[in-house]
């Protein structure tokens, strides 16, 4: 399933349930949905067939369905949070709000809440582009032009802001519920520095943009289909941070980007985080 069936797919629940969350995981994608009422799998099945185009019902695959009843003694918001905690990644601390703590005031602040689009940083490809941003501020890399192409929640254009509040960032997503998640954490974090656009790829971006950095935290396949226009985007003596793919993946991905040297990867769980220059 690609990010854009995945977005078809959250969609077509919407309706049907109270609240729809999606995990990137090693095997493809872990979806939790909630709802008020028992249901079988054929009947859910049967739910997305009607509601989903007639082309792409094949390319959507049910691996494992799982019902678990929910306790209705447990304050679940309370536990979301707690499964949610404050953390700190190198010199970035990631905080929702709903915490009550102390910022330190040796690290940089983002407050992202978690929300039904992705990232909210504790994943390892998000972590991996948080480390490769800090990499290349600590290089003395200064930007004037970033593109977040792929934001998500937004965590990696508002780190990004954090990092060089001068630049003009622009933070693009193909679903609608991140461009509204992304909107709301560049208002509570004062990032006023970020346009936020919704895009499929490069389709809504503006030709004429090039960009001093290039960021995308997406999948593998979407990766190697935008890799042309990444790279036609990307400014020369520019970098690109690429993440959302598997180690094993490394070399597949690399052989679509000519004229950049790799400068470095983070390896974080099962997920790598590629660093290029462009020469």
Request: some cysteine; overall charge negative.
């Amino acid at each position: 399933m690609s990010q854009t069936q995945l977005g078809l797919f959250n969609e077509s629940l919407q309706e049907f349930c109270l609240s729809v969350s999606s995990l990137i995981t090693k095997n493809g994608y872990e979806i939790l949905c909630v709802i008020d009422h028992n249901i079988t799998e054929a009947e859910f099945t049967d739910y997305l067939i009607k509601r989903i185009p007639a082309n792409d019902v094949g390319l959507i695959k049910i691996d494992q369905f799982e019902i678990k009843k929910l306790d209705e003694n447990v304050n679940w918001l309370a536990q979301s949070y707690e499964a949610l905690p404050a953390f700190e990644i190198e010199d970035f601390f990631v905080y929702g709000s709903h915490y009550e703590g102390d910022i330190p005031e040796d690290k940089i602040p983002l407050l992202i809440d978690a929300a039904t689009a992705f990232g909210s940083g504790s994943h390892g490809t998000t972590a991996g582009c948080l480390k490769a941003l800090l990499s290349l501020k600590n290089e003395g890399f200064t930007p004037e032009t970033i593109l977040d192409l792929g934001a998500g929640a937004g965590i990696l254009s508002i780190a990004a802001h954090k990092l060089w509040p001068s630049a003009k960032i622009l933070a693009t997503d193909i679903d609608p519920e991140s461009i509204i998640v992304t909107n709301n954490h560049v208002r509570i974090n004062k990032a006023n520095n970020i346009d936020v656009i919704e895009s499929d790829g490069f389709k809504k971006i503006d030709p004429a943009l090039s960009f001093d950095l290039t960021i995308a935290n997406i999948l593998a396949m979407p990766l190697r289909i935008l890799s042309e226009d990444i790279m036609l985007h990307t400014n020369v003596t520019g970098h690109i941070i690429l993440s959302g793919l598997l180690i094993e993946q490394e070399d597949d991905i690399k052989s679509h980007y000519d004229n950049v040297t790799l400068q470095k990867n983070y390896h974080i769980d099962e997920w790598s985080t590629l660093i290029f220059f462009k020469d």
